[in-house]
């Protein structure tokens, strides 16, 4: 049996390295290992490097040019006789089929400007892909509730994985010496990723609006990621003798933050999945998260839930995980809920997408729809150009 040409476009690499890129190099990883498939990879900058696939240098990705961008792509797809396309964000060929791993509906439901081009290719790679992998049941959901002409047998579904060789138990000496480290001197609860987001989707003032109301606070803040900055309405919120403090950490490390925490507070109303929670849960880390959207899937009984919209529940919360007892029984929940999310199951199913996709594709199945695709894309490539 011939090995499937995979053409994978990797364009995230070049626009930021968050939680989209850990997915790919994750899933990557699997992929090369995987006998059934010859991988190319369109290296746009910034690309994770694995022995079995090779690079073809691609243009940066420009957002005014996307349908010349997809004419770049069909050639490289023709070029090497490429079966299946997919895309680690939202790029398309034209006459390639085309398998598109969707990680949430965001922009949609939470009314961003869909007039930026970038969400205007999400939706064009959305109606372009013959099949699609969602990273949770809510995302799911949600796209076929959003697109109800894509039949939901075309839609398959997979969480994300969790690299338990990074993120995993650490032992109390490595940890005490992280503390050190970063000057840890209490205890601390740990704040991961973005603070500031388009209509408050990630939820941060809930956590931050709770702190004045516990008194003689005996903790400190530790955000990691996000926004360069500490936000001074954020500062000026800290009960007496509370520092927050911000830093960019290795995953390495970010397994030792998880890992000294009182808690992971991830009070999110909305996730494509939630990666975080099951991070800090393999690391040994309580987590305080909601039950919107997919989180409720992340975390299932093993974080301490709460509505995401009432500060006092948020207060108790706080309190709580303060409370040992209270901590070890959520961690020792969490250690055993993450071992079930493994990126081989992601790996897999992403494999029979592919594979499924093959076969419709060689009967012919898609053929009158890349014609006619391929002048729709001509018109538009026109248009911009006279623009």
Known sequence: MSKIKLLVDGVFFQLNNTGIARVWCSVLDLLAKNERFEIFFLDRGNSPEFKTITYIPFPTFWGNYCPTDSQLI???????????????YYTTPITTPMVLMVYDMIPELFDFDMSHRIWMEKGTSISFAQRYLCISENTRKDLLALYPEISPSHVAMAHCGVDTQI?????????????????????????VGSRVQHKGYKNSELFFNALPEIHNANFDVFCVGGETEIEPAILAKMPEGVHCRRVELTDEDLSLAYGGALALVYPSLYEGFGMPVIEAMASGCPVITTSRGSLIEAAGDAAYLIDGISVDKMRVALN???????????????????????????????????????????AGIYDNFFAEWKRLRQIQANVDYIR
């Open 74 to 88: 069909q050639d490289v797809c023709d070029e090497y006789g490429i079966d299946v396309f997919t895309s680690t």
């Open 320 to 362: 709580q995980l303060q409370t040992a007892s209270v901590r070890e029984n959520l961690r020792q929940k969490g250690i055993a809920h993450a071992q079930q999310f493994r990126w081989s199951v992601m790996a897999n199913t992403l494999t029979n997408c592919f594979e499924q996709l093959l076969i419709e594709s060689r």
């Open 167 to 191: 993120f995993r138990q650490q032992g109390q000496f490595a940890i005490d010496a992280f503390k050190r480290k970063h000057e840890l001197n209490r205890p601390y609860f740990l704040f």
